[in-house]
């Protein structure tokens, strides 16, 4: 079956610490983003990538890293310079951004808590 | 600055009719997505909508007027299982989407 797959479903972060959240697709997309989800917020865009080895910032990229090596894989990275990193965190992807109606397909998440 | 509105809540009882609105003000307009989000779980898409009018699917249909920044969500023959948020989103015009806060549907028996 195609999908994304987020790994781990929850994750516990020390002070001072960075932790990798994995995402992986088998629907052969192309473009892939990494948004933040706070309570009573909308989903706000960390990093996108639209091909292998090229990525972008979203609107709140301070305090993340990404890498995109292959087409099937994005990971993120918060590293020890977010200082607010608890929240859902959801990856998504599609074809490739700038045809239009290009509809993003969303793994099931992982909560990140702050210990 | 980009804005899209919802009501944070609504309730409505089984087997009703329900109306979600969405209005929004956005650097150009390539589109607009209604995703369903039940709690702890991932956004599934519903509907997207480019041109004015309504989009049937089912029990649910959207509607959009792109003079008005305008798009509802209409969800007939209501079941327990359609309580979830409800998140709109609007694609600007550098194709990135922007997102709403989304709607908790409360349903009722």
């Known amino acids: 079956d195609g999908g994304i797959t987020q790994s781990p479903k929850y994750l516990f972060r020390k002070e001072g610490q960075n932790v990798t959240l994995s995402c992986e697709q088998n629907?052969?997309?192309?473009?892939m983003y990494w948004y933040r989800q706070d309570p009573g917020q909308g989903l706000r865009l960390i990093y996108y990538s639209q091909i292998v080895n090229d990525f972008q910032k979203g609107d709140i990229a301070e305090g993340y890293s990404v890498s995109r090596e292959k087409k099937e894989s994005f990971p993120l990275t918060v590293t020890s310079a977010q200082k607010n990193p608890t929240a859902f965190y959801l990856c998504a992807s599609s074809i490739p951004r700038g045809q239009g109606g290009e509809t993003q397909y969303f793994g099931p998440g992982t909560r990140l808590l702050v210990l | 600055g980009q804005n899209i509105d919802q009501p944070t809540e609504m309730t409505a009882t089984e087997g009703a009719i329900v109306q979600i609105n969405c209005t929004y003000q956005?650097?150009?307009?390539?589109?607009l997505f209604w995703y369903q989000q039940h709690a702890g779980e991932a956004p599934t898409f519903l509907s997207y909508n480019v041109l004015d009018g309504l989009e049937e699917k089912g029990r649910f249909s959207s509607f959009l007027s792109r003079s008005k920044g305008y798009s509802y969500l209409l969800l007939k023959e209501l079941q327990m299982k359609d309580s979830a948020s409800y998140l709109c989103a609007v694609m600007d015009s550098n194709y990135q989407l922007i997102w709403g806060a989304g709607t908790k549907l409360i349903i009722k028996p």
């Open positions: 629907l052969n997309h192309d473009a």
């Open positions: 956005t650097s150009g307009f390539n589109g």
